[in-house]
């Protein structure tokens, strides 16, 4: 039997060539069809069920040949007679109704003359080997597709998944196709990729997300989804599809459905009926699920690389020990430096510091052995890890048990923190010996309800007080608080509630029973709430410091009462004068308060000269040399004069500027009266020791007067007398006149007070002056005045009339010495010299006589008071000492030496810095007055001549 025979039996359910019955000549077969064939192969007549389909119906006048029934293409098989059929079998496509087409199947046997034909329908064989044709087709594509997702590379992915879609669709014309994932991070879907025919429209684009439309669909089989569906689950999908035919064909794997393949406008029952729902589901299938597993890998492969960069940023890596070696992260074996990625145990604890190492050992070893877990921290090994050492946190357990345990764990570069905490603990500990060595507690009091309670002490506790944290509880604390500071500290704590912060001092007991003084400073700390959370405060011992300015407070006091109650003048005043303090007697004298004094100028009591001289003294004031004292006088409300001995002291910044001046005085008006009163008695005894001298100094002009009176009287007798004679004489006369008033004027002069305030003046007015008073006296008793001319001017401060008494008294001291000195010796020749000389800032007046000079054990004595060596009456021993104090007060120095001849005295008294001087006293200047010898002596002498 041939293949034709075999599948013709199989579809009759029977043997091919089993009882077939033919009627006469053809009968009425029950199915196919039935051709009576002439020798030709003409038709003659036709039966069966299937003849009534054909397009060509058999006609009855002659038989048409078999060819004209078939369709064209099946002709070929039909050329020639039947009897070269035989045997064959024959494959015939007739024409149909409409466009149908019969395809039929049959063979021929002799049949009397011609030939029976049977022909069956196999159009059901002919689908069944086109899906079969179409499912190898679809199981080649799918597993191609497999293939090509599993063995492209992973960056290759997402082309090959658009290839594939487009071979697809290609294959089976779908004009959209996508492919949709199962986000799980969105629990939702997204089309992963699309593939679109070029004319087909828009349905979907990649990436796009779908929400849960999808959820919606069954997902045990290729869902359609088409307009008929209408029902509301659906619209949504509908939506999807563009509301036209659509076909959506899941994958599931364990997870449930977790891919859809999506064919737009694609009616697949009327485009392809050839392909079952498994080859559908196939096809996804062999879409999905590799794309998927190559996703996951990716997906892996990913996450293995974030975790591989994040294990080298943090220094960290895991680590596993495997039998006798140990498996180590990449980064772990850069790190360590070692040569091999699985080093044994012992060359990756070689890597470990040796202080560390056995350690590690022997917990390795009970992580081995016991599975107990292990927390290390390590150094590695390192010839300069003494320096910057490396440290790392080692961590590891036993997971898994039986044939799955594994020991695993993680290294971790702990280097920064471990440095850091060591940093911050040799900082730690140097603040902590810090504030133990130093006077200073630190404490921390906790706050709760509304109450501090001791938490902390610093170390520093113990040796400053004696005291222990245990010592000081809040009552305890209390109870060691000075009982007058009591209600104080509890004003500290209220205040340091209250505003945050305080800053307190009191007294404190120490163990010992002594108390100190502290000064407290704390700080209120609160949480992000704003309430109280503790206090942290500091003690700071003071006692020492508060002692001292204890100290220093009451010899303040001592001070400030010894000031107040001083007769003394004190005050204190700015360099330009103004005062800023003055105790009562100050205030006493400027008739006001100590309280109006501050602002007053001292200089408002003092003439402008005196003011000048003061400021010039101020002025020289120096930080060396920052003491002066001189008399100063004022004029006070209500008394005439004030004479004060005054004392400055100079206060100046680092600078070297006067800032301040105090001064003391005293006042010495009283003294510089009586001094004035001396002067003036000594003064008039000059003038009466004078008497005799100045009784000839009257007698010599009253003389002359006389002469040219008796000379005139006796021309006028002898009746010869001239106008011009009588004039001569009368002028004589009246010169004369005015030298004795002058001689008079002078000693109602000298016998003046003195001025009050000390002037400048040229000290050979003095001498000059002295002269007037003593010339005729001198020359009257044979003493020759020798007096040099000087060739130049100065100034000097104080009163003429006083110097001049220092003369007079000088020139009378020595023309008593010259006259006694005579009396032993008429031939002896009596001189006094005076002359003058200058140096930049003195000038010097000589008085020296050749009386012999002073005994030199008398020397020292001749300037005391009442110290003399003349006979009782005589002398009064008041000249010498008068002098002295005159010299003085002008700023400057008698002194005396003994010369060859006799006695010297020197006046050596300040020039006046020409600065200092008046105008009116400088334009005086300009007419020297020099030193010279009495003008009149020579008239004198020629009118006795
Ligand atoms: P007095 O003239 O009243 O004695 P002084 O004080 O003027 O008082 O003089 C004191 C003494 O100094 C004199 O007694 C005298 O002994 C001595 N003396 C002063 N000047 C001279 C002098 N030029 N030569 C010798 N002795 C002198």
Redesign the pocket.
């Known amino acids: 039997m041939n293949s034709g025979e075999k599948l013709f039996a199989r579809l009759l359910n029977r043997a091919p060539t089993a009882a077939i019955d033919l009627p006469d000549p053809l009968g009425s077969p029950p199915f196919g069809l039935h051709l009576h064939l002439d020798a030709n192969g003409g038709v003659l007549q036709m039966a069966g069920p299937l003849r009534h389909l054909l397009a060509q119906q058999s006609p009855h006048d002659q038989p048409l040949p078999l060819h004209r029934y078939v369709q064209p293409h099946s002709t070929l098989a039909i050329e020639g007679r039947p009897v070269e059929w035989l045997g064959q079998s024959l494959d015939l496509d007739f024409p149909g109704h409409g466009d149908q087409t019969l395809h039929l199947r049959g063979w021929v046997q002799p049949l009397g003359t011609g030939w029976l034909m049977q022909l069956m329908d196999i159009a059901d064989l002919l689908l069944e080997r086109q899906q079969s044709r179409s499912r190898d087709t679809c199981q080649a594509l799918a597993a191609q597709i497999s293939e090509q997702l599993r063995a492209c590379s992973l960056t290759r992915l997402p082309v090959i998944v658009g290839e594939q879609l487009q071979a697809i669709a290609q294959r089976w014309h779908i004009p959209c196709l996508a492919l949709t994932l199962l986000d799980e991070q969105a629990q939702g879907w997204q089309i992963h990729r699309q593939f679109r025919a070029h004319d087909a429209p828009t349905l979907w684009h990649d990436g796009q997300q779908l929400g849960t439309t999808l959820d919606s669909l069954n997902g045990t089989g290729p869902q359609h989804v088409s307009t008929h569906h209408g029902l509301d689950p659906h619209s949504r999908v509908q939506a999807m599809f563009g509301n036209v035919e659509g076909f959506a064909v899941p994958y599931s794997d364990d997870r449930g459905v977790v891919a859809w393949l999506l064919c737009g406008f694609y009616p697949v029952d009327a485009s392809e009926s050839n392909l079952s729902d498994r080859d559908w589901m196939g096809l996804c299938s062999a879409l999905a699920g590799p794309l998927l597993a190559r996703l996951r890998e990716l997906q892996h492969h990913q996450q293995l690389e974030r975790m591989e960069s994040l294990q080298t940023l943090l220094g960290t890596g895991w680590w596993e020990i495997v039998g006798d070696d140990v498996h180590l992260a990449p980064s772990l074996v850069i790190a360590l430096q070692l040569d091999a990625p699985r080093p044994s145990l012992d060359q990756w604890l070689e890597q470990i510091h040796p202080a560390d190492r056995e350690e590690l050992r022997s917990r390795l070893h009970a992580l081995q052995q016991q599975s107990e877990a292990l927390t290390l921290c390590v150094r590695l090994y390192s010839p300069d890890a003494w320096k910057n050492p490396l440290w790392y946190r080692l961590q590891g357990l036993a997971i898994g048990s039986g044939e799955n345990r594994r020991l695993v764990g993680f290294m971790l570069d702990i280097s920064d923190i471990k440095n850091q905490q060591q940093i911050a603990d040799a900082a730690h500990a140097r603040l902590d010996n810090l504030i133990a060595s130093s006077p200073a507690v630190i404490y921390v009091q906790r706050y709760a309800e509304g109450a501090l309670q001791p938490a902390f002490f610093s170390a520093s506790l113990q040796p400053l007080l004696g005291w222990n944290l245990a010592d000081c509880t809040a009552t305890a604390l209390v109870e060691r608080v000075h009982p007058e500071d009591r209600e104080l500290y509890f004003e500290r704590t209220r205040h340091l509630l209250r505003e945050g912060s305080v800053r307190a001092r009191y007294r404190l007991r120490d163990s010992r029973g002594d108390y100190h003084w502290l000064l407290d400073e704390a700080k209120l700390l609160r949480d992000d709430l704003g309430l109280p959370v503790e206090a942290v405060g500091l003690w700071l011992d003071v006692t020492e410091a508060t002692l001292v300015a204890e100290q220093v407070r009451q010899s303040e006091e001592r001070y400030r009462i010894l000031v107040e109650d001083s007769p003394a003048m004190i005050c204190r005043y700015c360099p330009d004068l103004t005062l800023t303090f003055g105790n009562r007697p100050l205030a006493m004298y400027l008739e006001c308060t100590p309280d109006e004094l501050p602002g007053v100028n001292l200089g408002s009591w003092m003439s402008d000269e005196q003011r000048d001289a003061f400021v010039q003294r101020l002025n020289l004031l120096t930080p060396e040399q920052p003491v002066s004292t001189a008399e100063i006088s004022l004029q006070l409300p209500g008394r005439e004069h004030a004479w004060w001995v005054w004392s400055d002291r100079g206060v100046f910044d680092e600078r070297g500027q006067l800032i301040e001046v105090q001064a003391v005085g005293r006042d010495n008006t009283e003294v510089r009266r009586s001094q004035q009163q001396l002067t003036q008695s000594a003064k008039m005894a000059t003038l009466g020791e004078m008497a005799t001298g100045l009784a000839h100094e009257i007698n010599q002009p009253l003389n002359v007067m006389r002469m040219a009176i008796v000379n005139v009287l006796k021309r006028l007798s002898n009746g010869d007398v001239q106008i011009d004679y009588l004039q001569d004489k009368l002028n004589r006369i009246d010169a004369q006149v005015q030298r004795a008033a002058r001689v008079v004027d002078h000693m109602r002069v000298f016998g003046r007070r003195s001025e009050i305030e000390q002037q400048p003046f040229n000290p050979a007015d003095a001498i000059e002056g002295t002269l007037s008073l003593l010339n005729e006296g001198m020359r009257g008793k044979g003493v020759d005045l020798r007096i040099s001319e000087t060739g130049f001017t100065v100034q000097v401060r104080g009163y003429v009339d006083q110097l001049e008494q220092v003369l007079i008294?000088l020139m009378v001291?020595?023309r008593d010495?010259l006259l006694s000195k005579r009396e032993a010796d008429s031939t002896f020749r009596p001189w006094i010299s005076v002359y003058a000389e200058r140096d930049k800032h003195s000038v010097r007046l000589w008085v020296e006589?050749n009386?012999g000079?002073?005994d030199p054990r008398l020397l020292e004595r001749?300037f005391e008071p009442f110290?003399?060596?003349?006979p009782v009456g005589v002398?009064?021993?008041?000249?010498?000492?008068v002098s002295y104090g005159i010299v003085e007060n002008m700023g400057g120095r008698l002194s005396v030496s003994n010369s060859v001849d006799?006695?010297r005295f020197c006046i050596e008294l300040p020039i006046v810095l020409d600065d200092e001087m008046p105008d009116d006293s400088v334009a005086r200047e300009l007419a020297p007055a020099g030193l010279r010898s009495g003008p009149e002596i020579d008239n004198a002498n020629a009118e006795k001549s």
């Open positions: 008294n001291n020595a010495a006589d009386g000079g002073i001749i110290f003399t060596t003349k002398g009064t021993g008041l000249g010498l000492s006799g006695a």
